[in-house]
């Protein structure tokens, strides 16, 4: 099985389907002549230049060029819209959440919208506030959205092939720090990762860790600390996807190990780590041998120093404190 990184996995997604469906095309800012701002569309533009709109590179304008995409998925294509960072979508927000979220529901079921939103979210390095928010949570508070925030280049990959499929809108928050990443991607064609499923990444049986996107890895070289400093066996559990959740995967989780942290690189106040402890605390309180722990970033807007950034940033080392808490192991 190849190991290829997190970008790469994407860009296959965009050939395959491509190449599967006339009807999928991909628009955004310097998508096309520049390979796109993180090259996930390298190559794309000389692969399909037998047909001059399959690749389309669009002015600095995400209301505008969002707003072609839902009138295109109206009209039967199937669009992939990338703007160059979440932070940008903000301008394109009406588009989003009042036409391609409402569109089914308001027209009585005549229009589908089979778009797909994608970019990267969440911190880089050194970007500065207002280019190191994540989405996260405000897109999954709306209903007629899909959000998915893969981790790994498999997932990347199946996820995306799964959102292009769709015929709903589908937003793919991708980790700008995941792009170099590498793992093994099966060599096929139609690899899909369903909508709506969680994975268990790591098994274990003392503590469950639930997160997604760029904290699966934190979670991971957590898991890995405690229990070579504690012999604590963590579960690691990746949502995937974030609306619809996946919440017996989670239940279940919780119920073999009687302890969870959730983890979230996005700020505490009404995140998605509120939701999925508010789901833990109903279906599984009676299996709770300690209160649910959370981590999330700093309460703050992304300094732009680099001490300070790594301060506001969820690390593994405070996911290995969280989890100490939860087994009443002594704070280090």
Known sequence: MPSITYREALNQAHVEEMERDDSVFLMGEEVGVYDGAYKVSKGLLDHFDDSQWRVRDTP???????????????????????????????????????????????????????????????AALQLGSQHSQCPDPWYSNVPGLKVVAPATPRDAKGLLKSAV????????????????????????????????????????????????????????????????????????????????????????????????????????????????????????FDWLDAPVARVSGLDVPMPYARNLEKLAFPSAPYIENAIEKVCYIEDR
């Open 60 to 122: 600095i304008a995400e209301y505008g060029f969002s707003g072609i995409g839902v009138g295109a998925a109206m009209a039967g294509l199937r669009p992939i819209v990338e703007f160059m960072t979440w932070n940008f979508s903000f301008l394109a927000f009406d588009q989003v959440v009042n036409s391609a979220a409402k569109m089914y529901q308001m027209s009585g079921g005549q229009y589908n919208v089979p778009v797909v939103f994608r970019a990267p979210g969440g």
């Open 165 to 284: 499929r769709d015929d709903d809108p589908v937003l793919v928050i991708e980790g700008e720090l995941l792009y170099n990443t590498k793992g093994e991607v099966p060599d096929e064609d139609d690899l899909l990762v369903p909508i709506g499923e969680a994975e268990v990444k790591r098994e274990g049986s003392d503590a469950t860790v639930i997160c997604h996107s760029k904290m699966v890895l934190q979670a991971l070289e957590a898991a890995e600390g405690v229990l070579e400093e504690h012999g604590v066996d963590v579960e690691v559990v990746d949502l995937r996807t974030l609306r619809p959740l996946d919440v017996d995967t989670v239940i279940e989780s919780v119920k073999k190990t009687n302890r969870a942290v959730v983890v979230e690189e996005g700020w505490p106040s009404a995140g998605i780590g509120a939701q999925v402890v508010d789901d833990i605390q109903r279906e599984a």
